[in-house]
């Protein structure tokens, strides 16, 4: 008999994640396109491994592609987390669970048997009340874990009370988006773990720049490759892209990296390369100077007749720009300084920590 994808709401995906991880029941959307919907095609499912879940990614650029996650990938990607993290716990759920972090939380709730602790986000992230929900899971014996985003972090850490809460935790995984030096050092001694992956990995797969047990990394073409029991079976009625994407069971990603003593260090994304009059600029590299005087940047190419690409940058806080401007030049060299520039209240976003790149070159052009 032929399974089905149904949409349901965030909410009830905890409810409904046993049937669709055996099997029994169809695989869920919990967020996403209606065209995701509708029965599994050719190599989209199997009896032995179901595809449970379907994540809607959000991509930089263009149309939404969903992801075909199975059990196994589901399961291994937990348990492989669990050993990781020093065994089984309770979590509390911070990120919506229309995402693969927040999914993940659930399944390794599961796996323990143990109900997280589920915050209400429906008016946002509030650090009071992830105190309060820290403080409910210690209520709980043994260990205690959450994940966040560095966007949450950086809230919680200007509080006493937050970093209290953080520092009673037995593991927080830390994902969405790249951790800076500077956010870790404000989080003092917390059990910070940065975690590398995505929804086509089942999450977090590389942990502070070590695979978990099972994974394995490569650089191909100075891309990141990935290989494990954690890989997505591919893209939802997109062969074409599954083929491109997962290749002789390699995901590549479009992630630049190198192994430096076997760990993984994420240099930037392929696409986040700034051409301007012959000069490569890497956007990461001047969001991450721009970062140790501001409390977020996102730098962008616009283009330009003559240049072929300009640096764009916008940052949140107050800044000299002048200042930020001459601190570029000195570190990263006349090609990197930007030349828009503007402040914004706040980066606009496409999911959980993740910066919407095509928001801000739109904002700035």
């Known amino acids: 008999m032929t399974r089905s994808v149904v949409a349901i709401s965030p909410d009830e995906i905890h409810s409904r994640l046993p049937a669709a991880l055996d099997g029994s029941g169809p695989a869920l959307l919990p967020g996403g396109p209606e065209s995701f919907t509708g029965p599994l095609g050719v190599g989209e499912d199997s009896d032995d491994d179901p595809t449970a879940v379907v994540v809607a990614t959000s991509g930089s650029t263009g ?57 209400d986000l429906e008016a946002g992230f509030r650090v009071p009340d992830f105190v309060a929900a820290v403080s409910a899971v210690l209520d709980t014996p043994g260990r205690h874990y959450t ?57 977090g797969c590389v942990y502070d720049g070590v695979p978990l047990d099972g994974v394995s990394v490569r650089i191909v073409d100075g891309l990141v490759a990935l290989s494990g029991p954690t890989l997505a079976r591919g893209y939802r009625g997109r062969p074409d892209l599954t083929a491109a994407s997962f290749v002789d069971g390699w995901f590549i990603t479009s992630d630049l990296g190198k192994l ?34 501001v409390s977020a940047a996102c730098v962008v190419g616009l283009d330009h007749p003559e240049w072929g690409q300009i640096v764009a940058a916008a940052v949140v806080g107050a800044a000299d720009l002048d200042k930020l401007r001459t601190l570029v030049r000195a570190e ?34």
């Open 63 to 119: 149309e939404p592609k969903g992801v075909l996650l199975s059990a196994n990938a589901l399961l291994s990607s937990a348990e492989l987390t669990l050993n990781r993290l020093g065994g089984p716990g309770q979590w509390i759920l911070a990120t919506p669970a229309r995402y693969i972090g927040g999914i993940q939380v659930l399944v390794r709730s599961l796996l323990a048997g143990i109900h997280p602790v589920c915050m």
């Open 147 to 203: 994940a966040l985003v560095p966007t949450q972090l950086a809230r919680i850490v200007t509080s006493t009370e937050g970093l209290e809460a953080l520092r009673a935790l037995d593991g927080i995984v830390m994902g969405g988006a790249p951790l800076s030096a500077e956010l870790r050092s404000a989080a003092g001694d917390a059990p910070l773990v940065s975690a590398y992956g995505m929804s086509e990995t089942a999450s």
């Open 260 to 293: 430096v003593d076997g760990r993984l260090e994420i240099l930037g994304r392929a696409d986040d390369m700034i051409n301007t009059g012959g000069v490569k600029v890497p956007a990461s590299a001047v969001e991450r100077l721009l970062e140790q005087h």
């Open 332 to 365: 990263l060299g006349a090609a990197a300084v930007p030349k828009v520039f503007r402040v914004v209240e706040e980066l606009p976003l496409r999911g959980p920590g993740k910066v919407d790149r095509a928001a801000v070159r739109h904002y700035l052009s």
